[in-house]
Structures are given as C-alpha cells and as structure tokens.
C-alpha cells in the first residue's frame, strides 16, 4: 500500500500521542480518531501498525485515499 491513508482508531487520542504519529495529520470524527498519512512503502504502513498494536490501540479500519481531479474544459 502506497500513497494517502486513512487509519482510523477507536476513541480519541490526545496530544501525546501526537509524537507517536509525528508527520501524520490527526483528526477526529464523532469518538474515533483519524491519522490521515502519505505512506512511503509497506515498511512503513508495518511501522505505524506496530506502534498502533504495541500500545493497544483498537483498529477501526485502514483506507486508501484517492484523490480525483476534475477537468475543465473550455
């Protein structure tokens, strides 16, 4: 998995986890947190799910973000 993710985690991660997660953009939606990240290559995604697991974090789901343009034509 490469590009633009979308992980979502149960419950809402203060401001300490936010050195967890540095690079990565935190957001809330209603009682879950969003960590929204540009992944370089599995190894990467592997790295974040290891920190995720070793502090029991609970994972709602992983999503890839596709970004679509739109044209105009003139």
């Known amino acids: 998995m490469k590009g ?3 992980i979502t985690i149960q419950g809402h991660l203060n401001e300490k986890w ?3 997660f ?3 953009e935190i957001s809330y939606v209603g ?3 969003i ?5 370089k290559d599995e190894a990467h ?3 974040i799910l ?3 697991r070793d502090y029991n974090l609970i994972l709602i789901s992983i999503n890839s973000v596709e970004r679509f343009h739109i044209k105009k034509f003139l």
């Open 18 to 20: 936010k050195e967890c």
């Open 22 to 24: 540095e690079g990565m």
């Open 50 to 52: 290891n920190i995720i």
């Open 31 to 33: 009682n879950n947190t």
């Open 4 to 6: 633009t993710t979308r």
């Open 35 to 39: 960590i929204t990240v540009k992944l």
């Open 45 to 47: 995604m592997h790295g």
